[in-house]
Antibody, heavy 118, light 107 residues
Framework: EVQLLESGGGLVQPGESLRLSCAAS????????MSWVRQAPGKGLEWVSA????????YYADSVRGRFTISRDNSKGTLYLEMNSLRADDTAVFYC???????????WGRGTLVTVSS | ENVLTQSPGTLSLSPGERATLSCRAS???????VAWYQQKPGQAPRLLIY???SRATGIPDRFSGSGSGTDFTLTISRLEPEDFAVYSC????????FGQGTRLEIK
């Protein structure tokens, strides 16, 4: 059974940093590209970042490029999102999601809440 | 950016009724690269439909997707109590964008 478990969320002040993790199990982790998708309170889903299975290529939404860094450790089956210079509008539930054969998201985690507030 | 607009924002129906949810894209979506997800509070989003009309593994056949170009539809033929949730469309042709969601509530 495919499982994705996010961790690392919490309350931080504007300008601070946070690192999210997503532990994957139940599949050959390095075979799939992975993404982070977030959802601000009362809003729709927003794609944040993606990384290929090998980790060689990364992609970012304009809203986070230069502040967030996606990475993965295939030996540990874990996806990461390093978030710097956090702003109030980064407040959201962050989900990790597995990309299927085409880049729709076939499995998702339950998410971790990031709150940026002074 | 290809903006997806879902309608209606909220749909109030009774179990056993048919639900029709719409997703309109601001630009044509090539290859029918549209997916639909179901979200319930505290749960992981669940893939229902990909490629506009292909059901994901384990999804009941009361769920169906259709459409092409800029107009896509998710239909639930006969609503079961567990179907009341938020539904989001997603285009993965040009990066990724999502609709704002349709809340399907019990009437």
């Amino acid at each position: 059974e495919v499982q994705l478990l996010e961790s690392g969320g919490g309350l931080v002040q504007p300008g601070e940093s946070l690192r999210l993790s997503c532990a994957a199990s139940g599949f050959a982790f390095s075979n799939n590209a992975m993404s982070w998708v977030r959802q601000a309170p009362g809003k729709g889903l927003e794609w944040v970042s993606a990384i290929t299975g090998s980790g060689d290529n990364t992609y970012y939404a304009d809203s986070v490029r230069g502040r967030f860094t996606i990475s993965r450790d295939n030996s540990k089956g874990t996806l990461y999102l390093e978030m710097n210079s956090l702003r109030a509008d980064d407040t959201a539930v962050f989900y990790c999601a597995r990309e299927g054969y085409n880049p729709y998201f076939d499995y998702w985690g339950r998410g971790t809440l990031v709150t940026v507030s002074s | 950016e290809n903006v997806l607009t879902q309608s209606p924002g909220t749909l109030s129906l009774s179990p056993g009724e048919r639900a029709t949810l719409s997703c309109r894209a601001s630009q044509s979506v090539r290859n029918n690269y549209v997916a639909w997800y179901q979200q319930k509070p505290g749960q992981a989003p669940r893939l229902l439909i990909y490629g506009a009309s292909s059901r994901a593994t384990g999804i009941p056949d009361r769920f169906s997707g259709s459409g092409s170009g800029t107009d896509f539809t998710l239909t639930i033929s006969r609503l079961e109590p567990e179907d009341f949730a938020v539904y989001s469309c997603h285009q993965y042709d040009t990066t990724h964008t999502f609709g704002q969601g349709t809340r399907l509530e019990i009437k």
